[in-house]
T-cell receptor, first 111, second 112 residues
Framework: DAKTTQPPSMDCAEGRAANLPCNHS???????VYWYRQIHSQGPQYIIH???NNETNEMASLIITEDRKSSTLILPHATLRDTAVYYCIVRVRGTGNQFYFGTGTSLTVIP | DAGITQSPRHKVTETGTPVTLRCHQT?????MYWYRQDPGHGLRLIHYSYGVKDTDKGEVSDGYSVSRSKTEDFLLTLESATSSQTSVYFC???????????FGPGTRLTVT
């Protein structure tokens, strides 16, 4: 199973870019990297996902290294509402489509 | 936001009693999931469904059963609740096995 490693916590100044790293050194060739976030007491919110190319949407950008062993989620202009726990997830190979949610990175955006 | 509701949103029950949590979706998605979230463990998959009457076990399925008699509803049952099942339970849906999952608001269950 491809699992992920993230720093437990990070701070970011409001208005600056937040760069959240994730290591997934055992990822398989056809496994996608997904990012979710969870604001206190709410259900997780989907942010973005990718396979090997960089991706961008209205919320964030996802940068995946060429060897696919790590990735970075970028929130270009962090706001106080971006304070949340961010989860980097890789799909687990096998029957069905289990996601492995680790403990994530707690991002605090500071005014 | 994806049309996902969970009921009840909060429940307190006693050890040994049966409990059923309901997840309802209006998106007509094929896949539905039940997760639990506990401090220090992130979210862990309990069971999932890939169609009506088609279900499979997840990472922490012991003590739980599920049923899906129609596309829009996925039920999670604790046959005999234990204190270790005190948790926040999230339902999720996705259109297919490779697509992103959308989560419901959660049910906070306390077993005393």
């Amino acid at each position: 199973d491809a699992k992920t490693t993230q720093p437990p916590s990070m701070d970011c100044a409001e208005g600056r870019a937040a760069n959240l790293p994730c290591n997934h050194s055992t990822i398989s060739g056809n496994e996608y990297v997904y990012w979710y976030r969870q604001i206190h007491s709410q259900g997780p919110q989907y942010i973005i996902h990718g396979l090997k190319n960089n991706e961008t949407n209205e919320m964030a950008s996802l940068i995946i290294t060429e060897d696919r062993k790590s990735s970075t989620l970028i929130l270009p202009h962090a706001t106080l509402r971006d304070t949340a726990v961010y989860y980097c997830i890789v799909r687990v190979r096998g029957t069905g489509n289990q996601f492995y949610f680790g403990t994530g990175t707690s991002l605090t955006v500071i005014p | 936001d994806a049309g996902i509701t969970q009921s009840p949103r909060h429940k307190v029950t006693e050890t040994g009693t049966p409990v059923t949590l309901r997840c309802h979706q209006t998106e007509n998605h094929r896949y539905m999931y039940w997760y639990r979230q506990d401090p220090g463990h992130g979210l862990r998959l309990i069971h999932y469904s890939y169609g009506v009457k088609d279900t499979d076990k997840g990472e922490v399925s012991d003590g739980y059963s599920v049923s899906r008699s129609k596309t829009e509803d996925f039920l999670l049952t604790l046959e005999s609740a234990t204190s270790s099942q005190t948790s926040v339970y999230f339902c999720a849906i996705s259109a297919d096995r490779l697509r992103e999952q959308y989560f419901g608001p959660g049910t906070r269950l306390t077993v005393t």
